[in-house]
């Protein structure tokens, strides 16, 4: 059974960094491309980082320069670092695979106060 445990989510300052971790289990993790998503109140789910089984990586354009994803395949986990975080970063994170989807795990509340 997949389980996506998410955790180090926080209230910060505006400027303040947070660094969030992903540990998976119950999948050859080494092997699957990991997403970080967040959902802000009132919104739909997005994309925010991806990094492939090799190590390269994406970001949506409003975290590019201040968000790194990174991974630890000995460890089955996946970490998003963020810096100069803003209000408009406040959402609960999630990790996952692409589309399809394993079970979301509960997430890491992130709120940003101004």
């Known amino acids: 059974q997949v389980q996506l445990v998410e955790s180090g989510g926080g209230l910060v300052q505006a400027g303040g960094s947070l660094r969030l971790s992903c540990a998976a289990s119950?999948?050859?993790?080494?092997?699957?491309?990991m997403r970080w998503y967040r959902q802000a109140p009132g919104k739909q789910r997005e994309l925010v980082a991806t990094?492939?089984?090799?190590?390269?990586?994406n970001y949506m354009d409003s975290v590019k320069g201040r968000f790194s994803i990174s991974r630890d395949n000995a460890k089955n986990t996946v970490y998003l670092q963020m810096n100069s975080l803003k209000p408009e970063d406040t959402a609960v994170y999630y990790c996952?695979?692409?589309?399809?989807?394993?079970?979301w795990g509960q997430g890491t509340p992130v709120t940003v106060s101004s």
């Open positions: 119950g999948i050859i993790f080494s092997i699957r491309t």
């Open positions: 996952n695979t692409p589309y399809p989807y394993y079970r």
């Open positions: 990094i492939t089984s090799d190590g390269n990586t």
